[in-house]
């Protein structure tokens, strides 16, 4: 009897060692809190084309759940099963807008962050048929004029874009909520706003073909993709915006799981094929580990909740 007993606690205390060398043996899951097609979606597509190399017996099936600026997807990732089946997008500054408006049914702490993958920086465009050419004559035009500034959504990257715009000049805007890029695009090539904040994966192809002037980015440095386009440093106008897109799990999934996802994340930041890839789809690399990207998003919450703090939306 005893013999059989120690037998049968040995079991159980393998079995979840067991379990572990199998993992992955199910399709994973990677959730996308936004529409299919979008760059999010885009993003979670052309991770899989590189984790299949390294995890090549693994499959992986996107689930998009758009909605409520990416919340309705933030908080399915931190309900989801722990198990290491589910996993997801976030994107930023939304995730922790949702935090500081206190709608969201998750904290930071409700994911392990696995990191980092890509931005998206952000710009200032206008119609083809403005006089506006470069940041000192829209402020110019800005001071005389209340302009109609569209934004994607309150709360959205464009919206504390536009924001400390306004708090680094002394302008106040107009703000335009809109469901998206595509309207912001219709808005400014129909001349029908004077400006948008906007991401470059957005505009850049209509500045190229000419139809839209982009007259910013809003980053450290210039774009390989519109080398020509000045910063706003450059201009006179230390203002800095950019959109992430990293990798999140629920919080309480196995630490052994967890450090196959951030070996597997590590691993694809750094594939050539990955790399082409984000290329391709105009996509900024800035790879991030999970101890960055979480020190990135607690400062960015603590910047999202002054603006909040100053006109609470």
Not at 173 to 199: C, R, W, Y
Not at 205 to 227: C, E, F, W, Y
Not at 307 to 313: A, G
């Amino acid at each position: 009897m005893k013999k059989l007993l120690a037998f049968l606690m040995a079991l159980v205390f393998a079995f979840p060692m067991y379990a572990m060398a199998e993992y992955p043996n199910k399709p994973i899951t990677i959730i996308v809190p936004s529409k299919a097609g979008g760059s999010t979606d885009t993003t979670a597509r052309i991770f899989i084309n590189a984790a299949k190399k390294y995890w090549s017996d693994a499959d992986f099936v996107v689930q998009d759940i758009p909605g409520s600026g990416g919340q309705k997807g933030f908080e399915a990732i931190a309900r989801a099963k722990n198990d290491g089946y589910t996993i997801g997008l976030v994107f930023t500054t939304q995730v922790v807008s949702h935090i500081v408006s206190k709608r969201a049914r998750y904290t930071l702490d409700s994911f392990h962050i696995i990191g980092n993958v890509v931005d998206d920086p952000l710009l200032i465009a206008v119609p083809k048929e403005s006089p506006i050419t470069d940041l000192a004559s829209f402020i110019n035009k800005a001071q005389e004029t209340p302009m109609t500034v569209a934004v994607n959504g309150i709360g959205s990257d464009d919206f504390i874009a536009a924001k400390k715009f306004e708090n680094a000049t002394g302008l106040t805007f107009n703000l335009l909520p809109t469901k998206g890029s595509t309207e912001q695009k219709a808005l400014i090539l129909g001349n029908h706003a004077d400006a948008s904040f906007m991401n470059l994966s957005q505009m850049q192809a209509q500045h190229k073909a000419g139809t839209a002037r982009v007259i910013a980015i809003l980053n450290a440095q210039r774009s390989d993709v519109l080398p020509e386009v000045k910063t706003a440093a450059e201009q006179g106008y230390d203002v800095n915006m950019t959109a992430t897109r990293g990798f999140v799990a629920p919080a309480q999934t196995d630490k052994a799981i967890l450090a196959k996802l951030d070996d597997l994340l590590a691993k694809v930041n750094s594939d050539p094929d990955f790399i082409a890839d984000c290329k391709k789809n105009v996509f900024s690399r800035q790879p991030m580990s999970g101890k960055d990207y979480r020190a990135y998003l607690e400062g960015l919450q603590k910047e999202t909740q002054y603006f909040y703090d100053k006109n609470p939306w």
